[in-house]
């Protein structure tokens, strides 16, 4: 049943525990309610109590009322409050026979109804010694506990519980550590009254006056806050010396809480009055001051933002609200929540560098020079920069003679920043082109990557509502680098992602626009700051993954990976000597031959970069320095054999690897890109007795898996043109598949490959080893152009291959290609699948046995 301690003064209760003669009228605080109980009853009561106190009636059989969340105690008087149906027949009985009811805690609060497995099993038989009956149906009682009790067993469970009960008195011990123990738990009540004011002193007075142990421990627990296990456990313990080590416990871990709470109350309440203290200070200091004609520091603070205002040259929109929150500012008392807010925007206000700019370096011979000191190759980015210098330095000399002629365009203004987008493979350098552009131009370069970045405040900031605000990134690289052109390098633009917080590839739609940018308003701002003269470089891997608004707002310039002889010149003239330096070891004390060098690129990279590239050499170089230190031989040239004897087996065997598996028939050699550039992947074919299954398997995607379809749909329609059984499909399942499964792949450029592939496979001809190839297919048989074609010929010349089948449409995409690769492959342009078969598949079939 709900059980709650009724409103009611606990110190009268515990003077009548002591004296035994008080009366209850005055125990019960609420007048609006009405006894039930006649003098008769109240004759009869005394009579009961009298038998009670002298365990004169004891019955074998009682009620049983669960309470919830509550233990009643022997020796202890408690008000509760029923309204359970079952729980008011059960109070009814009892006040017509002989009062008594046995109470039993319940183990689980949140029962409404326990039944007999869900209570405890000791109890304290207890006697009603007051009954109201509340306007809302509730019966309010005043009980006292008795003696304890054990159930033995349910006999009854409707309409209310009753059991078969056993007495369990208490072990009553005396002796002076009894008296130790008593007095203890008595003196931890008094601590903790002491520390919780609604415990009146008389309260703790009746607590120290009784001299009975079992008693003292009762009623301290019936008045101490703790968990029902606790309260269970004093209860059922049958030792006074046990019952009185546990309340010890239980007052000890109290009386720390309530101490704990109390020294965080105070020092809350001394940082109150010292903030409070400061304030009054600061106030009299001020007034001194005044007298003394001196200025405090909130007003030299206040005339150091004025002054910073008017140097710094902001824009006109920026100088009134710095002023207007200044004004603001002078109005608040420093200790105002809102003062430090508005100090730390007017201090970013002053902080940009609204006019601060570095003059341009504008010889482009010695730019020329410093881009091929820094780089290899890249002549498109060398060629763009060199551009844009001279006409820099054109528009400056003759900018006289614009200003007295200017433009009568009065809606777009002259931009003068330029935004570049490189987009290539990792390790091809473009990072360290945007510092080398910025010391060309003799500006501050500033960095920062954009790859995971989700939140759209990240980009233009948090307005000032929130706590903690602060611009974004672009305003924040801006400031620290205190200048107003710096080279702004953007990296990983194709990672930037989206959630509920914002598309922050949106909002670098304003910074990126030369018509918008000169007056870019951060959230946190507020005002328009010029972004026009900052030169922003971004970079990525791939252009699919840029948002085609932020991509058409961009000059995408595209860096292509590295042939070997341009890996070659790198690695000799920038990678060896920053790997001698970093490993401690001078110029002239560690060589590589080109053998060496081209052994590394060749069998122990495979990439666009060159970032394994230097991974290797620096693996030689530590090595190199380790024998160093042990004293063993020096190597100063390293040659072909350090290189396989200090890496290991070698990564890659290119050409092997071809041969190998293009030597049954079903296989060819086909080219793909990818974000990390051009890769050559394989394409097998088999089949097996069945009927008309094919089998597509190595993660492909669904424009891969339509590429397939036509090849195979263009071979059965020409199959008796290729000496094919025209009914092969209906005999054989056919399988195909592309190593690497754990790598997706989609696209149609992988056609033509197919087609041969399974074209291989039913004329049991292999296709030649050093061939490879790349082209859409359709089901008429014709070659398509498609994208890439730089990285996957790179690719083709870095694995060795000799002949490249490209469609005749891709042929003046060989233009941009290096030189040493137009030498050393050999580009067949084709038209039709059949231009294809003819020359990539040997002339004689293998053995069809």
Known sequence: ????????????????????????????????????????????????????????????????????????????????????????????????????IGLVASKDAKVEKPGPDQVYQYGTISVIHRLFR?????????????????????????????????????????????????????????????????????????????????????????????EIEDAQDILRLDSTAEKLHKLIAILTREREVLDLGRKIQKEAHDKIEKVQREYFLREQLKAIQNELGESDAHSVELNEFRKKIQSVKMSEEGEKQALRELDRLSRLPTVAAEYSVIRTYI?????????????????????????????????DVKERILEY?????????????????????LIRHEREGVILCFIGPPGVGK??????????????????????????????????????????????????????????????????????????????????????????RDNYLEVAFDLSQVMFITTANQVETIPSPLLDRMEVIRISGYTENEKTHIAQDYLIPRQLRENGLKENEVSFTTEAIQLIIRSYTRESGVRNLERELGSILRKIVTRKSQKKRMVHKVLPSHVRKMLGTSKYKSTDEILKRTSIPGVATGLAWTPTGGDILFIEATCMPGKKDFKITGSIGDVMQESAQAALSYIRSHAKKMDIDPEFFDKLDI?????????????????????????????????????CMTGEI????????????????????????????????????????????????????????????????????????
């Open 347 to 379: 201090d970013w206000l002053v902080s940009l560098p609204w006019s601060t700019i570095t003059q341009d370096k504008l010889d482009i011979t010695h730019a020329q020079k410093i881009l091929d000191q820094d780089h290899y190759g890249l002549l």
């Open 778 to 849: 359709t089901l008429r048989g014709q070659i398509l152009p498609v994208g890439g074609i730089k990285e996957k010929v790179l690719a083709a010349h870095r694995a060795g291959l000799n002949v490249v089948f490209l469609p005749k449409e891709n042929e003046s995409d060989l233009d941009d290609l290096p030189k040493e690769v137009l030498e050393d492959i050999d580009f067949i342009p084709v038209e039709t699948l059949d231009q294809v078969l003819k020359q990539a598949l040997e002339e004689e079939p293998k053995d069809k046995s």
């Open 134 to 226: 509340a306007p809302d149906g509730t019966i309010r009682l005043l009980i006292q506990g008795v003696s304890r009790f054990k159930i033995i067993k349910f006999t009854q469970l409707d309409p209310y519980l009753k059991a078969k009960i056993k007495k369990a008195p208490e072990k009553i011990e005396t002796g002076l550590e009894i008296d130790a123990l008593a007095r203890n738990v008595r003196d931890q009540f008094a601590h903790i009254a002491e520390l919780v004011p609604s415990i009146p002193v008389e309260l703790v007075s009746s607590i120290g006056s009784i001299q009975d142990a079992l008693q003292t421990v009762y009623n301290i627990a019936n008045l101490q806050r703790m």
């Open 389 to 409: 210098l001279a006409v820099r330095k054109l528009r400056l000399d003759r900018k006289d003679d614009f200003e007295k002629h200017p433009s009568t365009d």
């Open 431 to 520: 990072t360290s082109l945007g510092q080398s552009i910025a010391r060309v131009l003799g500006r501050k370069f500033i960095r920062t990557s954009l790859g995971g970045i989700r939140d759209e405040a990240e980009i233009r900031g948090h307005r000032r509502t929130y706590i903690g605000a602060l611009p974004g990134r672009i305003l924040q690289s801006i400031r620290r680098i205190e200048s107003k052109n710096p080279v702004f390098m953007l990296d990983e633009i194709d990672k930037l992602s989206s959630d509920f917080r914002g598309d922050p590839s949106s909002a670098l739609l304003e910074v990126l626009d030369p018509e918008q940018n000169s007056e870019f």
């Open 1 to 100: 049943m709900p059980a709650s301690r009724w409103k009611t003064n606990l110190l009268e209760i515990i003077n009548w525990l002591i004296e035994g003669e008080k009366e209850f009228a005055e125990i019960l605080m609420t007048a609006d309610l009405k006894t039930m109980d006649s003098d008769e009853d109240l004759v009869e009561e005394k009579a009961l109590e009298s038998r009670i106190k002298k365990k004169s009636i004891l019955p074998d059989k009682i009620p049983i009322l669960p309470l919830r969340g509550l233990v009643v105690y022997p020796q202890t008087a408690v008000p509760l409050t029923i309204g359970q149906p079952r729980s008011i027949r059960l109070v009814d009985d009892a006040v017509k026979s002989d009062r008594l």
């Open 735 to 771: 399988h195909l598949h592309v190593p690497a499964g754990a790598q997706p792949k989609d696209g149609p450029s992988a056609g033509i490959t197919i087609a041969t592939a399974l074209t291989s496979l039913l004329t049991k001809r292999t296709v030649r080893p050093d061939v």
